[in-house]
């Protein structure tokens, strides 16, 4: 039972360059989300998965695309990376929206 | 849109010493969470508070959830090295939590 698998652990992506951030859990939870961590911003949420198939925006979704094609795997693309983007990305799970939340490990991602 | 906003953003003890931090919504919640991230780490559950003024404990650790389920505390009794790290509080809208911007705790020997 691995939990939530966040890949990669580190990143550096050149301005304008795209990439997909991955997690995926093994817990059959319903509930996903991606959050971006910035000193002294707490945790933000881009997008968020209600289930397979349903996905809707966060606090900050602008620069992000997700989508969730099973219950396990939900990808965080970026599009077209830009310096502002320069963070710490956690993805979450929980067994229903009430639940508290499992968290990867995170990916550090520089844009350079 | 829902804000969530704690207090203080730091705060540094002598260990054996008590801590507090608030958390207030500018929304009435469904419920509320906690995390604890310790430093490089992700953050990891605590507990959730679902009724109007609840209260929980783990430990030298207690939660409050207000009367009008629009903040709440956490505080811990007697701190020690361990307990280091930066609290969030989680804020349930419609489907989504909102995370507190955090409260870091640093402890001194």
């Known amino acids: 039972n691995a939990g939530v698998t966040q890949t990669p652990k580190f990143q550096v992506l050149k301005t304008g360059q795209s990439m997909t951030l991955q997690c995926a859990q093994d817990m059959n939870h319903e509930y996903m989300s991606w959050y971006r961590q910035d000193p002294g911003m707490g945790l933000r949420l881009i997008h968020y998965?209600?289930?397979?198939?349903?996905?809707d925006q966060g606090e900050v979704p602008n620069g992000y695309n997700v989508s969730r094609s099973t219950t396990e795997d939900f990808p965080l693309r970026l599009l077209s990376a830009a310096p502002s983007q320069t963070s710490v990305y956690f993805c979450?799970?929980?067994?229903?929206?009430?639940?508290?939340?499992?968290f990867g490990s995170g990916t550090r991602l520089t844009v350079v | 849109g829902q804000q969530v906003m704690q207090i203080p953003q730091y705060q540094h003890v002598q260990e054996g010493e008590d801590f507090t931090t608030y958390c207030n919504s500018s929304t009435t919640l469904s419920n509320i969470q906690w995390y604890k991230q310790r430093p490089g780490g992700h953050p990891v559950f605590l507990i959730q508070?679902?009724?109007?003024?609840e209260v929980k404990k783990q430990k030298r650790l207690t939660f409050q959830f207000g009367e009008a389920k629009k903040n709440s505390s956490l505080h811990i009794t007697a701190t020690q090295t361990t307990d280091v790290g930066t609290y969030f509080c989680a804020g349930r809208g419609t489907y989504k939590y909102i995370f507190g911007t955090g409260t870091r705790l640093k402890v001194l020997a």
């Open positions: 979450a799970s929980s067994m229903t929206g009430d639940g508290g939340y499992t």
């Open positions: 998965s209600v289930g397979a198939g349903i996905t």
């Open positions: 508070l679902v009724k109007s003024g």
